[in-house]
């Protein structure tokens, strides 16, 4: 079946505009995960969907970023104001609801503010 | 905070060899689960291997296998019969039981030369 898919897979913006990611999850999985990996570095956890509960959103930079995710549906990653250390890969993953569930990654939006 | 820690930015190895991919990382908890992701330059993560910390029976997957050390907080990849395809960032991750988000360590660059 499908993998997980991000759009745009590429995104130029200029400093101070707002941009929205999008990610759409394999079907049936109800947990949903944003991550950011800036160049050279590992993947930060951003926030996480579970189904209907509250959102983790313990990882969220600042309060410029926000998700959306409405069900077990497409999720959207908005930053506002975004400014030139917001370039990164953010990458989407989606998984099952069981503990040991593996997350599918998607593969990424490359964000470059200019 | 949990953190996860690759003390080697880049590897190399010979094809047909075995090379082996060092991670450490430091927790309070003792449940919790390891895994080491690959990450071609398609982006896409990939997991590899997975360790559940109450196992003391070091996973395997093919030509894939860990070292788990639970006490010195060290978890090990060894890449037997090295192939061209396995060339990539590889990132060793740590999830507690409690929390589903991934920390993850900064990654190794592995190269695979013919």
């Known amino acids: 079946g499908a993998g997980v898919s991000q759009s745009p897979s590429n995104k130029v913006t200029e400093k101070g505009k707002d941009v929205e990611l999008r990610c759409d999850p394999i079907?049936?999985?109800?947990?949903l995960y944003w991550y950011r990996q800036r160049l050279g570095q590992g993947l930060e956890f951003l926030i996480y969907f579970q189904g209907n509960s509250a959102p983790d959103k313990s990882g969220l930079p600042s309060d410029r970023f926000s998700a959306e995710r409405t069900g077990e549906s497409v999720s959207t990653l908005t930053i506002q104001r975004t400014q030139q250390e917001d370039s990164a890969v953010y990458l989407c993953a989606s998984g099952l609801q069981g503990a040991l569930s593996e997350q599918y990654f998607g593969p990424g939006t490359r964000l470059t503010v200019t | 905070a949990q953190t996860v820690t690759q003390s080697q930015p880049e590897m190399s190895v010979q094809e047909a060899e075995t090379v082996t991919l060092s991670c450490t990382y430091d927790?309070?908890?003792?449940?919790?689960?390891l895994f080491w992701y690959k990450q071609p330059p398609s982006r896409q993560m990939i997991l590899v291997i997975r360790?559940?910390?109450?196992?003391?029976q070091n996973a395997t997957e093919n030509r894939f296998s860990v070292n788990f050390q639970k006490a010195a907080k060290s978890f090990s990849l060894k890449i037997s019969d090295s192939q061209l395809g396995d060339a990539a960032m590889y990132f060793c991750a740590y999830r507690s039981a409690l929390r589903r988000k991934l920390v993850f360590g900064k990654g190794t660059k592995l190269t695979v030369n013919p």
């Open positions: 079907s049936g999985h109800t947990a």
């Open positions: 927790t309070s908890e003792s449940d919790y689960y």
């Open positions: 360790q559940e910390a109450y196992k003391q």
